[in-house]
Protein backbone atom coordinates (compact mmCIF):
# COMPACT_ATOMS: atom_id res chain seq x y z
CA UNK A 1 0.00 0.00 0.00
CA UNK A 2 1.19 3.42 -0.77
CA UNK A 3 0.07 5.14 2.21
CA UNK A 4 -0.45 4.67 6.09
CA UNK A 5 -3.67 2.38 6.84
CA UNK A 6 -5.65 2.68 10.41
CA UNK A 7 -8.36 0.42 11.12
CA UNK A 8 -10.98 -0.06 12.13
CA UNK A 9 -12.07 3.30 10.57
CA UNK A 10 -15.06 3.76 13.13
CA UNK A 11 -15.63 1.96 16.54
CA UNK A 12 -18.53 2.60 18.60
CA UNK A 13 -18.01 0.67 22.16
CA UNK A 14 -19.42 0.59 25.31
CA UNK A 15 -18.10 2.19 28.10
CA UNK A 16 -16.00 -0.15 30.57
CA UNK A 17 -15.02 -1.80 26.90
CA UNK A 18 -11.59 -2.55 25.71
CA UNK A 19 -10.68 -1.65 22.02
CA UNK A 20 -7.99 -2.54 20.12
CA UNK A 21 -6.72 -0.09 17.38
CA UNK A 22 -4.40 -1.07 14.56
CA UNK A 23 -1.82 0.71 12.35
CA UNK A 24 -0.27 -0.02 9.39
CA UNK A 25 2.83 2.42 8.68
CA UNK A 26 4.35 2.81 4.95
CA UNK A 27 6.79 -0.01 4.66
CA UNK A 28 10.10 1.14 5.48
CA UNK A 29 9.34 3.46 8.06
CA UNK A 30 10.62 2.82 11.24
CA UNK A 31 9.27 5.56 13.71
CA UNK A 32 5.65 5.42 14.30
CA UNK A 33 3.66 7.88 16.35
CA UNK A 34 -0.31 7.90 18.06
CA UNK A 35 -1.70 10.77 18.40
CA UNK A 36 -5.22 11.72 19.64
CA UNK A 37 -7.77 14.50 18.13
CA UNK A 38 -10.32 15.13 20.25
CA UNK A 39 -13.48 17.56 18.70
CA UNK A 40 -12.72 20.88 17.71
CA UNK A 41 -9.01 20.47 18.86
CA UNK A 42 -5.48 20.17 17.51
CA UNK A 43 -3.86 16.93 17.72
CA UNK A 44 -2.12 15.49 21.03
CA UNK A 45 0.64 13.35 21.42
CA UNK A 46 0.45 9.57 22.39
CA UNK A 47 3.59 7.55 21.54
CA UNK A 48 6.46 7.34 19.87
CA UNK A 49 8.02 4.14 18.56
CA UNK A 50 11.23 3.58 16.86
CA UNK A 51 10.96 0.07 15.57
CA UNK A 52 9.48 -1.93 18.16
CA UNK A 53 10.86 0.20 21.04
CA UNK A 54 8.83 3.13 22.57
CA UNK A 55 11.40 5.82 23.52
CA UNK A 56 8.83 8.70 24.30
CA UNK A 57 5.82 7.11 25.74
CA UNK A 58 5.15 10.42 27.41
CA UNK A 59 1.83 11.28 25.88
CA UNK A 60 -0.27 8.03 26.71
CA UNK A 61 -2.79 9.94 28.83
CA UNK A 62 -3.23 7.13 31.61
CA UNK A 63 -2.62 3.37 32.61
CA UNK A 64 -5.81 2.35 30.71
CA UNK A 65 -4.03 3.09 27.34
CA UNK A 66 -1.26 1.00 25.84
CA UNK A 67 0.67 0.25 22.87
CA UNK A 68 2.72 -2.25 20.83
CA UNK A 69 4.61 -2.35 17.98
CA UNK A 70 5.84 -5.68 15.90
CA UNK A 71 8.98 -4.81 14.66
CA UNK A 72 9.15 -2.32 12.18
CA UNK A 73 5.64 -3.16 11.21
CA UNK A 74 1.80 -2.85 12.54
CA UNK A 75 1.24 -1.21 15.91
CA UNK A 76 -2.16 -1.44 18.11
CA UNK A 77 -3.29 0.96 20.12
CA UNK A 78 -5.46 -0.80 23.32
CA UNK A 79 -7.32 1.10 25.48
CA UNK A 80 -9.15 -0.48 28.49
CA UNK A 81 -11.93 -0.01 30.07
CA UNK A 82 -12.93 2.83 27.72
CA UNK A 83 -14.74 6.53 29.23
CA UNK A 84 -16.78 8.72 27.47
CA UNK A 85 -13.70 11.52 27.74
CA UNK A 86 -11.72 9.04 25.43
CA UNK A 87 -13.68 9.43 22.51
CA UNK A 88 -11.82 11.17 19.67
CA UNK A 89 -9.94 10.14 16.65
CA UNK A 90 -6.87 8.00 17.32
CA UNK A 91 -4.13 9.11 14.29
CA UNK A 92 -1.41 7.14 13.27
CA UNK A 93 2.17 8.66 11.50
CA UNK A 94 4.83 6.91 9.59
CA UNK A 95 7.96 8.73 8.86
CA UNK A 96 11.02 6.95 7.70
CA UNK A 97 13.63 7.64 10.50
CA UNK A 98 12.84 10.10 13.41
CA UNK A 99 15.10 12.56 11.95
CA UNK A 100 13.22 12.67 8.82
CA UNK A 101 11.39 15.98 8.46
CA UNK A 102 8.21 14.36 7.37
CA UNK A 103 5.36 12.28 9.20
CA UNK A 104 3.10 10.89 7.30
CA UNK A 105 -0.22 10.56 8.26
CA UNK A 106 -3.15 7.62 8.24
CA UNK A 107 -6.86 8.62 7.66
CA UNK A 108 -7.70 7.88 11.70
CA UNK A 109 -10.17 5.99 13.49
CA UNK A 110 -12.71 7.69 15.08
CA UNK A 111 -13.68 6.26 18.45
CA UNK A 112 -16.85 6.95 20.58
CA UNK A 113 -17.48 5.67 23.89
CA UNK A 114 -21.38 5.38 24.35
CA UNK B 1 5.19 21.81 27.24
CA UNK B 2 5.59 23.62 23.81
CA UNK B 3 2.69 26.00 22.84
CA UNK B 4 1.50 26.48 19.46
CA UNK B 5 -0.83 29.01 18.69
CA UNK B 6 -3.31 29.79 15.82
CA UNK B 7 -6.65 31.86 14.97
CA UNK B 8 -9.69 29.26 15.06
CA UNK B 9 -11.41 30.65 11.66
CA UNK B 10 -10.35 32.31 8.06
CA UNK B 11 -13.03 33.36 5.72
CA UNK B 12 -12.12 34.77 2.10
CA UNK B 13 -13.21 35.04 -0.88
CA UNK B 14 -12.67 33.24 -3.76
CA UNK B 15 -9.37 34.16 -5.84
CA UNK B 16 -8.05 36.22 -2.98
CA UNK B 17 -5.15 35.10 -1.34
CA UNK B 18 -5.41 33.51 2.09
CA UNK B 19 -3.16 34.17 4.87
CA UNK B 20 -3.06 31.83 7.65
CA UNK B 21 -0.99 32.50 10.85
CA UNK B 22 0.91 30.58 13.73
CA UNK B 23 2.94 31.32 16.85
CA UNK B 24 5.19 28.86 19.09
CA UNK B 25 6.92 28.62 21.66
CA UNK B 26 9.84 26.38 21.19
CA UNK B 27 12.93 27.92 20.20
CA UNK B 28 15.00 24.75 19.20
CA UNK B 29 12.02 23.78 16.98
CA UNK B 30 13.87 22.12 13.61
CA UNK B 31 10.94 22.06 11.57
CA UNK B 32 7.58 23.85 11.04
CA UNK B 33 4.96 22.18 8.87
CA UNK B 34 1.70 22.81 7.71
CA UNK B 35 -1.32 20.09 7.02
CA UNK B 36 -4.28 20.40 5.86
CA UNK B 37 -7.83 18.14 7.10
CA UNK B 38 -10.43 18.27 5.11
CA UNK B 39 -14.13 16.44 6.91
CA UNK B 40 -13.88 13.19 7.41
CA UNK B 41 -10.07 12.63 6.43
CA UNK B 42 -6.64 12.30 8.03
CA UNK B 43 -3.92 15.25 7.41
CA UNK B 44 -2.42 16.10 4.43
CA UNK B 45 0.62 17.24 4.28
CA UNK B 46 1.35 20.65 2.86
CA UNK B 47 4.50 21.83 3.09
CA UNK B 48 7.30 22.44 5.56
CA UNK B 49 9.65 25.11 6.22
CA UNK B 50 13.18 24.50 8.09
CA UNK B 51 13.91 26.36 11.18
CA UNK B 52 16.91 28.26 9.53
CA UNK B 53 15.08 29.43 6.52
CA UNK B 54 13.17 32.24 6.56
CA UNK B 55 10.90 31.95 3.19
CA UNK B 56 9.59 28.74 0.86
CA UNK B 57 7.39 28.79 -1.73
CA UNK B 58 5.85 25.81 -3.38
CA UNK B 59 2.93 26.43 -6.61
CA UNK B 60 0.03 28.46 -4.54
CA UNK B 61 1.38 28.13 -1.12
CA UNK B 62 4.30 30.44 0.51
CA UNK B 63 5.29 29.73 3.90
CA UNK B 64 7.21 32.60 6.08
CA UNK B 65 9.05 31.73 8.76
CA UNK B 66 10.19 35.00 11.48
CA UNK B 67 12.30 32.83 13.85
CA UNK B 68 12.90 36.04 15.88
CA UNK B 69 8.96 36.27 17.02
CA UNK B 70 8.10 32.32 16.66
CA UNK B 71 5.96 33.54 14.18
CA UNK B 72 4.87 31.12 11.30
CA UNK B 73 2.37 32.08 7.97
CA UNK B 74 1.08 30.39 5.36
CA UNK B 75 -0.20 32.32 2.09
CA UNK B 76 -2.23 30.68 -0.38
CA UNK B 77 -2.30 32.32 -3.47
CA UNK B 78 -6.03 32.43 -5.58
CA UNK B 79 -7.78 30.44 -2.96
CA UNK B 80 -10.23 27.94 -4.40
CA UNK B 81 -13.57 26.77 -2.49
CA UNK B 82 -11.82 23.03 -2.61
CA UNK B 83 -8.93 25.03 -0.50
CA UNK B 84 -11.88 24.59 2.25
CA UNK B 85 -10.55 22.68 5.12
CA UNK B 86 -9.03 23.11 8.14
CA UNK B 87 -5.24 24.03 8.74
CA UNK B 88 -2.91 23.23 11.37
CA UNK B 89 0.45 24.29 11.81
CA UNK B 90 2.92 21.83 13.75
CA UNK B 91 6.49 22.09 15.00
CA UNK B 92 8.94 19.58 15.72
CA UNK B 93 11.01 19.13 18.79
CA UNK B 94 14.60 19.05 18.53
CA UNK B 95 15.09 16.39 20.99
CA UNK B 96 12.15 14.38 20.15
CA UNK B 97 10.35 13.57 17.56
CA UNK B 98 6.79 13.92 18.29
CA UNK B 99 5.57 17.19 16.71
CA UNK B 100 3.38 19.89 18.94
CA UNK B 101 0.16 20.65 17.10
CA UNK B 102 -2.42 24.12 17.07
CA UNK B 103 -5.83 23.48 17.36
CA UNK B 104 -6.06 24.32 13.83
CA UNK B 105 -7.53 27.40 11.55
CA UNK B 106 -10.80 26.41 9.71
CA UNK B 107 -10.35 28.18 6.69
CA UNK B 108 -13.74 28.95 4.48
CA UNK B 109 -13.92 29.92 1.06
CA UNK B 110 -17.09 31.97 -0.23
CA UNK B 111 -17.76 31.48 -4.00
Known amino acids: GAGVSQSPSNKVTEKGKDVELRCDPI?????LYWYRQRLGQGLEFLIY????????KSGLPSDRFSAERTGESVSTLTIQRTQQEDSAVYLC????????????FGPGTRLTVL | GEDVEQSLFLSVREGDSSVINCTYT??????LYWYKQEPGAGLQLLTY?????DMKQDQRLTVLLNKKDKHLSLRIADTQTGDSAIYFC???????????FGRGTQLTVWP
Open chain 1, 93 to 104: ASSPTRDTDTQY
Open chain 1, 27 to 31: SGHTA
Open chain 1, 49 to 56: FQGNSAPD
Open chain 2, 26 to 31: DSSSTY
Open chain 2, 49 to 53: IFSNM
Open chain 2, 90 to 100: AEKSSTLGRLY
